[in-house]
């Protein structure tokens, strides 16, 4: 059982440059979710998704994009990437308020 | 505003002694509450939850408590061991949208 599957585990970008962060699910969950880990700073939210073609801004969704076309995949657009979006982003799923399933993150670095 | 709290950054215990982690909330209509525990270079885990109906959950060495008047709960872990070294999320739920909101972790070191 894959779970939540994030896609890339690592990334450097240069100041500009745009990428696609990749998340898919297989347990067909209906809530879908992304977030940034800064150093000592918890988990923020960029945005969610309670269902496919519904998406919704978190706290910290500045220069991010999401689609949700399908219930499996949530992808994260980063448009011009600057250096304040250097962090480890997750990618989570759960169903209703169950517990979130969170993949392994991707680290991106942006210089 | 940090709506969710957790206000001592680290914690070093001895193995086999208890390890309490507290976290503090704001929003009063926050009513489900979750433990997550992150190891380095991989995805938070879901430990424990509790619903505000509730004041105590256990789960074999895993105990959350929660004090509603106070907007505190708290995560026991009898016994600690080196394994348990972590860091440790509180997560707070209003059930609106089905957003979490975390907070910003606790670093728990379990000493051999």
């Known amino acids: 059982n894959a779970g939540v599957t994030q896609t890339p585990k690592f990334r450097i970008l240069k100041i500009g440059q745009s990428m696609t962060l990749q998340c898919t699910q297989d347990m067909n969950h209906n809530y879908m979710y992304w977030y940034r880990q800064d150093p000592g700073m918890g988990l923020k939210l960029i945005y969610y998704?309670?269902?496919?073609?519904?998406?919704d801004k978190g706290e910290v969704p500045n220069g991010y994009n999401v689609s949700r076309s399908t219930t499996e995949d949530f992808p994260l657009r980063l448009e011009l990437a600057a250096p304040s979006q250097t962090s480890v982003y997750f990618c989570a799923s759960r169903t209703g308020r169950e517990k979130l399933f969170f993949g392994s993150g991707t680290q991106l670095s942006v210089l | 505003d940090q709506q969710v709290k957790q206000n001592s950054p680290s914690l070093s215990v001895q193995e086999g002694r208890i390890s309490i982690l507290n976290c503090d909330y704001t929003?009063?209509?926050?009513?489900?509450f979750l433990w997550y525990k992150k190891y380095p270079a991989e995805g938070p885990t879901f430990l424990i939850s509790?619903?505000?109906?509730?004041d105590k959950n256990e789960d074999g060495r895993f105990t959350v408590f929660l004090n509603k008047s106070a907007k505190h709960l708290s995560l026991h872990i009898v016994p600690s061991q080196p394994g348990d070294s972590a860091v440790y999320f509180c997560a707070a739920d209003t059930g609106a949208n089905s957003k979490l909101t975390f907070g910003k972790g606790i670093t728990l070191s379990v000493r051999p």
């Open positions: 929003n009063s209509m926050f009513d489900y």
């Open positions: 509790i619903s505000s109906i509730k």
């Open positions: 998704s309670v269902g496919a073609g519904i998406t």
